[in-house]
Every structure is written in C-alpha cells, then in structure tokens.
C-alpha cells in the first residue's frame, strides 16, 4: 500500500492464480476467492482440468495469468486414478508422476510460490473411483513435491475425516455445499498463510 501527495491510499492486490480438475471448477474454487477477501485477485480458467497431461496443457494455455501472479494453487490427480478399463489407474503411477513434476516445476519457473492439493477421497461404491490408486498417487508425489520447495495443500486428509458430509452421496466424487465451504476456507487459508497475509 503506498500514499500520494493528496493522502489517497492504492492497495496493491495479490493474484492468485487456482488449476484444477472439477474438485476446483464446480468445488472449492467457487468460494476461495471470497475466503481470500478484497486483499486477493484470482484467475481461475472455466475449462476442467481435468487429468495431469492436460492440466499440462493449461499451463501453457494460461501462461499470461500464472506469470503475473504471486501464488499458483494446482491440483489434478481424480482423473489419473480412474480405473475405466478395470486395467488399472487411467494415467500409470510413473507418467503421473513425471506430469505432475513437470507441471510443478513449470510453475516454479513462472510463479513465486507454488501450492499443490493432493487428490481427495472418494465415497465407497462408485463405478471407477478406487481410493487405494488415489492414496498411492498422493503417498508418492508429496515428497517429490515437497523435495521441489512445493506447498502441499492436503485436501484428501481433511476429506476423508468427515467423508460423508465432504463428498455428494449421488455421484460419491465431488463436493456437497458443506464440503465446498471446507475446502474453500481451508485454501483460502493456506494461500494467505504462504502470502504473509
């Protein structure tokens, strides 16, 4: 914040920039930015980000917003688990992990501070969500991020200690009003923890 000659205060806004699959688009990404409050401004795009290889994508399609911003929150991970095929994880745990890495260290480059959310639990009893691939995603990208100076926003925890009331018992993946409240708070929190707010 600075003053002028006739005493008028310019605030100066921090920007943020969310990427992320549908957990962000139709989840906590509609109310982080009231949770971050006036202080903030936040780009997020309108397309889902989907799986890790087209979050990729995004990066490069987004490059403008993410280097003007001062913190880049990202998460991808729901659609790689996906067993489709009842073959295994949609996208192999190895190039998971190389996206992922790649995609962090891309946003390293063009960004300050770089916060990763880990992949949230799923409800028992859905037609290709297995929570066993997604707790093996997230047990083995943390530390790699983590070793890469990256923020770790851990969604699944907070999700699965209140898992009923956090995910929709229709489709047993995306978030219930509650659970965007939660998720939202809690990433507004941690975005303004690492801000100095």
Not at 42 to 68: G, H
Not at 136 to 160: F, K, W
Request: include cysteine.
């Amino acid at each position: 914040m600075i003053t002028t000659q006739n005493e008028r205060v310019v605030t100066f806004l921090k920007k943020v920039t969310l990427l992320g699959d549908s957990i962000r688009l139709i989840g906590y990404g509609l109310k982080t930015p009231e949770y971050l409050g006036d202080g903030y401004t936040v780009f997020q795009p309108k397309d889902n980000c989907r799986f890790a290889s087209y979050l990729l994508r995004m990066v490069f399609d987004c490059r403008r917003e993410i280097e003007s911003s001062d913190a880049v929150h990202f998460n991808c991970g729901s659609w790689d688990a996906c067993d489709l095929f009842a073959d295994g994880a949609f996208t192999p745990l190895p190039e998971y992990l190389q996206t992922t890495l790649r995609i962090a260290d891309l946003l390293g480059k063009m960004c300050p501070k770089v916060i990763f959310a880990t992949t949230t639990p799923v409800l028992d009893g859905g037609t290709d969500q297995r929570n066993d691939l997604i707790v093996r995603q997230n047990e083995a990208v943390v530390p790699l991020l983590l070793e890469r100076g990256v923020v770790i926003n851990d969604l699944y925890s907070t999700v699965q200690s209140d898992i009923t009331r956090i995910i929709r018992a229709d489709d047993r993946v995306h978030l219930t009003d509650y659970g965007i409240d939660v998720l939202a708070r809690q990433t507004a929190e941690i975005i303004k923890r690492e801000m100095g707010a």
